[in-house]
């Protein structure tokens, strides 16, 4: 288990590649629940490349702030790729950011299904120019564990796109 990934250090590092781009970043978070925001508003300046943050926590803000579709959670959940891309989909739409990342999970104690079991977490990515791409990953550990490695992982994905 990869709990000891310094966020800060992510964060100023995602931060600095983000400000030389003139590019912006917006979060769309559910398990997370603005831990990726806050990491990364911790970081002085940091109004030049992060635009905002949704914490869509429960399906209906999923649906009122992101427009996720009833029939994608239906069908899918909201710990699915389908969600997460429509998060990051509605995030860009609600926003200026450039790029924008989403986050839904099964961090624990409870959530967990048999085809998403605890440490279940979904990830999209997209860039405004119609870039999209995501990812399911299963992490060890606890409920702060878990976030703790999600964040992480959505802020070093982004970095790693940039280049």
Not at 4 to 20: K, S, Y
Not at 86 to 114: D, F, N, Y
């Amino acid at each position: 288990m990869e709990t000891d990934r310094d966020l800060a250090a992510i964060a100023r590092q995602l931060g600095d590649r983000l400000f030389a781009l003139g590019f912006t970043l917006v979060a769309a978070e559910s398990c997370t629940g603005g831990w990726v925001a806050k990491v990364l508003t911790d970081i002085p300046g940091s109004s030049t490349w992060f635009d905002r943050g949704f914490v869509t926590y429960s399906n209906e803000a999923k649906q009122e702030m992101l427009g996720v579709q009833a029939e994608t959670l239906e069908a899918h959940g909201a710990v699915s790729e389908e969600t997460v891309r429509e998060m990051v989909q509605g995030a860009l739409k609600h926003s200026r950011g450039t790029m924008a990342l989403a986050i839904s999970g099964t961090a624990g104690p409870g959530g967990a299904t048999p085809n998403k079991p605890l440490g279940t977490v979904c990830f999209a990515w997209g860039h405004r120019d119609g870039t999209l791409w995501s990812c399911r990953e299963r992490f060890e550990g606890g409920r702060d564990e878990v976030r703790h490695q999600a964040v992480a992982l959505a802020l070093e994905e982004v970095l790693d796109y940039l280049g």
